[in-house]
């Protein structure tokens, strides 16, 4: 019998900027709409048009009507298409900052999921994510899977995800909400990993000295302690998990071994916390989400409030 919750998922929420990215995005929404037998809803924000103080550059007044217009077309266009698969598919458009109007339609929808492109680029030389996924992905009630430029499409089912551990008192709370997406016969591997950011001349110490030395490794044993409420979780609601200790920084570290491993999405609990809150589990989250090579699925361990 599974301890996790078990509701279902009945309103998928997409945002779409028309982009390649969007598209991307789109047709993972679609699929999680179709495997939950739940509604899609299609959102839009047109972006008020940049004030030129040039005469000569000045966009005439209608210019944003017709914007508005052109993208409710495109809108009902991309809404059609998908209804002739068999979806129930609604869309939404409004006109002002993309992130806010994005949240206030999710939650305004009660979405249980959101999904959203990006449009960074996945090098490390890369550190901004593009304003209106973080913003959704920072102040998110719901659980969002962030889709980025080459991520493959959703045509095989999601085989192993990454979930990456703080070994806080929160940090299985993300089980939940993963057992209601992946609620099907059909489950994914867990591969939980805790980086452990040692200073690269103590590394040796730690491993091979101690092996050499016969000495138990006090350091990993204490670590994968801690992780086994969170492997037990997991097991509970029907997951195969095996675990990793990993050294070094984790956006790196994770997001490595999400190459090596082939990884089809990364789990991410971000913990509830303030998006104006300069904290750790904040920033890491965002930086796995803006270089991970595959799907991310960030989630929030609590729904107390959003961030301002």
Not at 58 to 72: N, Q, W
Not at 117 to 142: D, I, K, M, N, Q
Not at 228 to 254: C, K, M, N, Y
């Amino acid at each position: 019998m599974s301890d996790v919750k078990s509701e279902s998922i009945n309103v998928v929420f997409c945002a779409v900027d028309f982009s390649e990215t969007a598209s991307l995005a789109l047709t993972h929404a679609s699929q999680l709409a179709r495997q939950h037998g739940a509604g899609l809803i299609l959102a839009h924000v047109v972006e008020p048009l940049p004030v030129v103080s040039y005469p000569i550059l000045m966009v005439p007044m209608d210019a944003e009507i017709e914007l508005r217009e052109f993208a409710s077309a495109r809108l009902e266009e991309l809404a059609e298409t998908v209804r002739k698969s068999g979806l129930t598919v609604f869309t939404g458009l409004e006109h002002g900052p993309p992130g806010p109007h994005l949240i206030e339609m999710a939650e305004g929808a009660d979405a249980d999921i959101v999904v959203i492109g990006t449009r960074g680029l996945t090098g490390f030389e890369h550190f901004v994510l593009g304003s209106t996924a973080e913003y959704v992905v920072r102040r998110s009630r719901c659980p969002v899977v962030t889709v980025h430029p080459g991520d493959d499409s959703p045509m095989d089912p999601v085989k192993l995800v990454i979930v990456p551990t703080d070994l806080g008192p929160k940090s299985g709370d993300a089980v939940d909400a993963f057992a209601q997406i992946f609620s099907g016969d059909d489950r994914p591997r867990v591969l939980l990993v805790f980086a452990d950011p040692t200073p690269p001349y103590l590394e040796p110490f730690r491993h091979e000295t101690l092996e050499k030395w016969g000495q138990p490794d006090v350091r990993k044993e204490d670590i994968e302690e801690k992780m086994a409420p969170t492997v037990a979780r997991f097991e509970s609601a029907g997951f195969e998990v095996e675990t990793e200790i990993l050294d070094g920084g984790p956006v790196q570290a994770v997001t490595e071994l999400a190459k090596e491993r082939e990884a089809d999405m990364i789990l991410m609990s971000t913990h509830g916390r303030s998006a104006l809150a300069n904290v750790l589990v904040g920033r890491t989250a965002q930086r796995i989400v803006q270089h991970a090579p595959c799907l991310v699925l960030t989630i929030r361990s609590s729904k107390e409030e959003a961030a301002e």
